[in-house]
């Protein structure tokens, strides 16, 4: 154990993640619990808004990335090193209890169900059409890629797979790249992620656009550029004094930006180059967030003042991953009893949506109390800086 630990926390990132799921749980729910309404309203909110899961995703990866580097940049300027393969054991005791707790119902408990629904059931369990390799090996966004989208219970796991990947090799860039250097390398990922997306993408291929490593490089990258910004005493002093309406101001325009995302194809031949360059635009909005969360004095809310919500930031990770086996789990108990799950509903849809959160959070609660602390507790003792 460290002889001393140094205590880093961001008392508001926490609302943050919980954000990041929530937007997730809400995509899932839309896009996969076969409500249909015809109201020309509520399919625009749902179409623009609601179904921007990916959104979620993308918040996770800019968060990793500002964390994961932040606490390097600060074990390296406190120790003079990075201790690699405690950090990699701090990975694996975070990540894999989970992971693989869910894999392993996925690829074993979860297809015994396949027989007893029918063919037009919202949420398909058959892992017959995927390979359970890439899922072994972290690599499972590339079954996505090569197969498709066959699973989404499993298959959610994909940005998982993308975050382990990113550990794999990054505190050996942080390590052994000079600090004077970073900045730029981190820049370069940045630039040649969208380059990858532009020539990479085979014209614009959407499941390489948003599940390829490379094309989801950008964002990891912005938030380390955030972090190595965020060391600097400097630069977060002229954070503190970032007025409230350029704030504000920054949200507004998020907002706006939303519903436009899904009308790059209208680009014609520049749609690829748009596609290419939109992620890094939505991911510096959400570095802009993280920041003023973190320092600036004149935010006009800090998520940590909503309790409920920082109160379940600690849990999002166990509710990102389970929270598809619940959707599935609500749907089959519903159809146990007769009811049809297929067509829903207002009332029904509603019932199932609110079930499946209160039983996401339950489920993860327990699965934090008695899965995941005792390794929390272990990964602790390889930790030089405590979050």
Same mark, same amino acid.
């Given at each position: 154990?460290?002889?001393?630990?140094?205590?880093?926390?961001? &008392?508001?990132?926490?609302?943050?993640?919980?954000?990041?799921?929530?937007?997730?749980? %809400?995509?899932?729910?839309?896009?996969?619990?076969?409500?249909?309404?015809?109201?020309?309203?509520?399919?625009?909110?749902?179409?623009?808004? /609601?179904? *921007?899961?990916?959104?979620?995703?993308?918040?996770?990866?800019?968060?990793?990335?500002?964390?994961?580097?932040?606490?390097? /940049?600060?074990?390296?300027?406190?120790?003079?090193? %990075?201790?690699?393969?405690?950090? @990699?054991?701090?990975?694996? !005791?975070?990540?894999?209890?989970?992971?693989?707790?869910?894999?392993?119902?996925?690829?074993?408990?979860?297809?015994?169900?396949?027989?007893?629904?029918?063919?037009?059931? &919202?949420?398909?369990?058959?892992?017959?059409?995927?390979?359970?390799?890439?899922?072994?090996?972290?690599? +499972?966004?590339?079954?996505?890629?090569?197969?498709? %989208?066959?699973?989404?219970?499993?298959?959610?796991?994909?940005?998982?797979?993308?975050?382990?990947?990113?550990?794999?090799?990054?505190? $050996?860039?942080?390590?052994?790249?000079?600090?004077?250097? !970073?900045?730029?390398?981190? %820049?370069?990922?940045?630039? +040649?992620?969208?380059?990858?997306?532009?020539?990479?993408?085979?014209?614009?291929?959407? $499941?390489?656009?948003?599940?390829?490593?490379?094309?989801?490089?950008?964002? !990891?990258?912005?938030?380390?550029? /955030?972090?190595?910004?965020?060391?600097?005493?400097?630069?977060?002093?002229?954070i503190k004094n970032t007025p409230r309406w350029l704030i504000i101001l920054m949200y507004v325009l998020f907002i706006? #930006?939303? &519903?436009?995302? +899904?009308?790059?194809?209208?680009?014609?031949?520049?749609?690829?180059?748009?596609? *290419?360059?939109?992620?890094?635009?939505?991911?510096?909005?959400?570095?802009?967030? #993280?920041?003023?969360?973190?320092?600036?004095?004149?935010?006009?809310?800090?998520?940590?003042?909503?309790?409920? #919500?920082?109160?379940?930031?600690?849990?999002?990770?166990?509710?990102?991953?389970?929270?598809?086996?619940?959707?599935?789990?609500?749907? @089959?108990?519903?159809?146990?009893?007769?009811?049809?799950?297929?067509?829903?509903?207002?009332?029904?849809?509603?019932?199932?949506?609110?079930?499946?959160?209160?039983?996401?959070?339950?489920?993860?609660?327990?699965?934090?109390?008695?899965?995941?602390?005792?390794?929390?507790? !272990?990964?602790?003792?390889?930790?030089?800086?405590?979050?």
């Open positions: 154990m460290p002889l001393q630990q140094t205590k880093i926390f961001f &008392p508001h990132l926490d609302g943050l993640r919980f954000i990041a799921f929530f937007a997730v749980f %809400i995509n899932h729910a839309f896009g996969c619990l076969d409500y249909i309404n015809y109201n020309g309203t509520y399919n625009f909110i749902r179409s623009r808004y /609601l179904l *921007s899961g990916d959104l979620g995703v993308s918040l996770f990866f800019v968060l990793s990335g500002f964390l994961i580097t932040y606490l390097l /940049l600060k074990e390296k300027e406190l120790n003079g090193k %990075i201790n690699i393969p405690h950090f @990699y054991l701090r990975r694996i !005791l975070r990540i894999w209890p989970v992971y693989f707790f869910v894999v392993g119902l996925c690829l074993f408990m979860f297809p015994l169900f396949a027989n007893s629904i029918p063919a037009n059931f &919202p949420i398909g369990v058959s892992t017959k059409q995927l390979n359970p390799w890439f899922y072994a090996t972290f690599t +499972g966004n590339f079954d996505y890629l090569y197969n498709g %989208i066959t699973n989404v219970l499993i298959g959610i796991l994909w940005s998982v797979s993308v975050e382990e990947q990113f550990y794999l090799f990054w505190p $050996l860039l942080v390590a052994f790249i000079p600090r004077k250097y !970073l900045l730029p390398v981190f %820049i370069s990922v940045i630039l +040649g992620s969208i380059a990858f997306r532009f020539w990479g993408s085979q014209g614009g291929s959407a $499941l390489i656009l948003k599940y390829h490593s490379l094309s989801s490089m950008s964002d !990891l990258a912005t938030g380390a550029v /955030l972090a190595f910004l965020c060391t600097s005493e400097r630069f977060t002093a002229k706006i #930006i939303v &519903p436009y995302r +899904g009308l790059t194809w209208k680009l014609g031949v520049h749609y690829v180059l748009a596609a *290419s360059i939109l992620p890094v635009i939505i991911s510096s909005f959400f570095a802009f967030f #993280i920041m003023e969360q973190n320092y600036a004095e004149r935010s006009f809310y800090k998520l940590g003042n909503f309790k409920f #919500i920082s109160s379940l930031g600690k849990y999002t990770y166990g509710m990102y991953c389970y929270h598809m086996m619940i959707f599935f789990l609500v749907l @089959y108990t519903f159809y146990t009893f007769g009811a049809d799950v297929s067509h829903p509903h207002k009332f029904q849809f509603i019932l199932e949506i609110v079930i499946s959160f209160v039983c996401t959070i339950l489920f993860s609660k327990f699965s934090y109390r008695y899965i995941e602390s005792n390794f929390l507790k !272990l990964k602790n003792r390889f930790a030089t800086i405590v979050k």
